[in-house]
């Protein structure tokens, strides 16, 4: 089966993100898509993995996160589930800032964890990648795709 992959204007298109956000990520490292040089000029392509790290990039800053922390979030999930990008991954996660540290840590989500947190006055943020694939699923399915 062939990946499919979308431009930077359509990847702009789906995430609700702007071109120049997706250019200033990739020259801070946070997404960066593969760039084939050509006669014309550089193409610019973007997999259904990337097109996942950016939603969750464009989420992460919706609800006021920092650019620097949201850009460490994704890199958490990342880690916590490698191939968090394919849509049969229907994990949950819960997003928290401990005062102490300073630092965002990044929790599978479960309801009892969260609300302990919440008791000991830590801000928590859901992330369901659920939400996000079916986002990105819909409004995909009527972008011209390449591959």
């Known amino acids: 089966m062939s990946e499919t992959f979308f431009s930077s204007k359509e990847a702009a298109e789906i995430t609700g993100c702007s071109l120049r956000q997706l250019q200033y990520w990739r020259e801070r490292g946070v997404v960066v898509p593969p760039i084939s040089a050509t006669g014309t000029g550089r193409s610019i392509y973007y997999s259904r993995s990337e ?72 801000p928590v943020i859901p992330l369901c990648l659920q939400e996000i694939h079916d986002k990105l699923n819909k409004i995909s399915a009527s972008k011209k795709k390449f591959g």
Not at 66 to 91: G, H, I, N
């Open 51 to 122: 097109l996942t790290e950016l939603a969750v990039m464009e989420y992460c800053l919706s609800v006021g996160l920092s650019f620097e922390v949201a850009a460490k979030a994704l890199q958490a999930v990342k880690q916590k589930v490698p191939d968090f990008s394919d849509p049969v991954v229907q994990k949950r996660f819960i997003l928290v800032w401990d005062r102490e540290t300073k630092d965002l840590g990044v929790e599978e989500f479960e309801r009892e964890k969260a609300i302990a947190f919440l008791d000991r006055g830590q």
